[in-house]
């Protein structure tokens, strides 16, 4: 029978092929990887665009948010300028988490995020942001423009997280994660992102 239209021959890469957002960089597409409902800990493989197990979570504390990454992006020299001691960049797309009111337990799909700030983290000398946004329309959140307007403890957990998710795995690199910053800085994170990736794949 063959396809009904050529935008159904192939699924897009979640990092090349999706957009990265109605109005980047304050409202950009969040491909999501985790929910703070996994116990195993997923990644995109970067070569075929599907989802891979990483492995099992390794403590006992689960993401506080829904966690993925903003099509588009990469964290390369731009970015790691923009991170104290870091000597470069992750070389990954920007990581993203979002905040949203109802829970959403699936993974792999794609929802608009509005920035509003972000946490500085510093792994093996690599900078590796985790932006830190709000699902756009989602009524509990949707007057909240920065990270300082969130409640302190919702911030703490995802500090809390990161800071410990590799502590059962003694041969990593620590992770070094310094104050919290504001939307202004988070998006010009994700400017500069945008800009490696140009720079990177010439897009």
């Not at 239209?5 to 092929?17: A, D, V």
């Not at 998710?165 to 992102?193: C, F, N, W």
Request: aromatic share 10%.
């Amino acid at each position: 029978m063959g396809f009904p239209s050529p935008f159904y021959k192939w699924r897009p890469h979640p990092w090349h092929g999706l957009d990265v957002g109605p109005n980047p960089p304050s409202v950009v597409n969040a491909y999501i990887e985790l929910t703070p409902f996994d116990r195993v800990k997923y990644e995109l493989d970067k070569k075929t665009g599907y989802l891979q197990v990483d492995r099992p979570n390794r403590t006992s504390s689960f993401c506080p948010t829904l966690y993925g990454f903003i099509p588009k992006t990469y964290c390369g020299s731009r970015v790691r300028s923009l991170m104290p001691g870091a000597k470069t960049g992750d070389h990954d797309p920007l990581d993203i988490c979002v905040i949203s009111e109802r829970p959403i337990n699936v993974a792999e799909v794609i929802l608009k995020a509005r920035i509003v700030g972000g946490l500085p983290m510093l792994d093996n000398e690599e900078a590796d942001d985790k932006i830190i946004a709000v699902l756009v329309s989602d009524a509990m959140w949707e007057r909240v423009e920065d990270v300082s307007e969130l409640p302190e403890v919702m911030v703490n957990r995802l500090r809390h997280y990161f800071s410990t998710y590799k502590m059962l795995t003694p041969g990593d690199p620590k992770v070094a994660i310094d104050s919290v910053y504001g939307r202004e800085h988070a998006e010009q994170v994700v400017q500069a992102a945008l800009a490696d990736y140009s720079e990177e794949f010439g897009e």
